[in-house]
């Protein structure tokens, strides 16, 4: 894929993103390019990576980098409800890993694996910032959840189940 193929309106975002750095540092855009692409996409592939790295004239292996370094850009396609729980050491002393163990077992999926149904992917976060909170975990890149005790995550999950029936 190349910047040939980049729609006129993803130009146009791009380009607006661009404009906000001097011309000699329009790198500095490479994130919020990948965030409009997965926007778009719904998640940021190869393909998609090298069409970033090409119009902003970057390595593609450094726009890879951005892409694997941060959890808010889904590789490949993911579920409607993205669900990172945090399992980085804090979090791990205060049930990180049996929130998501426990998140497993009701999902039927383990952790990287989206639900048959398409709705839930279970994803684990190295650090999101809310120690004092947890075990805490992310919704869709927005919405963050603290003290998820088995209970309030069975909440959770019935919750959003529910709002789609």
């Given at each position: 894929m190349t910047s040939s193929m980049i729609s006129e309106q993803t130009k146009a975002l791009f380009d607006r993103e661009v404009a906000?750095?001097?011309t000699s540092q329009k790198q500095s855009a490479v994130m919020a390019c990948?965030?409009?692409?997965?926007?778009?996409?719904?998640?940021?592939?190869?393909?998609?990576?090298?069409?970033?790295a090409e119009y902003l004239g970057m390595a593609p292996i450094a726009v890879h980098e951005v892409t694997t370094f941060y959890n808010m850009y889904?590789?490949?396609?993911?579920?409607?409800?993205?669900?990172?729980?945090?399992?980085?050491?804090?979090?791990?002393?205060?049930?990180?890993?049996k929130a998501l163990q426990h998140l497993e077992h009701k999902l039927g999926v383990a952790m990287g694996e989206t639900t048959k149904d398409g709705m839930f992917?279970?994803?684990?976060?190295?650090?999101?910032?809310?120690?004092?909170d947890s075990p805490v975990m992310l919704v869709n890149d927005i919405h963050m959840c603290s003290?998820?005790?088995n209970e309030k995550l069975d909440q959770?999950?019935?919750?959003?189940?529910s709002a789609e029936a």
């Open positions: 906000k750095y001097p990948l965030q409009i692409v997965q926007q778009e996409r719904g998640f940021v592939s190869a393909e998609s990576e090298k069409l970033v889904n590789q490949q396609p993911v579920g409607k409800y993205k669900l990172n729980v945090c399992t980085n050491l804090p979090c791990q002393l205060r049930d990180g890993a992917t279970l994803q684990q976060s190295e650090c999101l910032g809310a120690c004092a003290f998820m005790s959770l999950i019935d919750g959003l189940k």
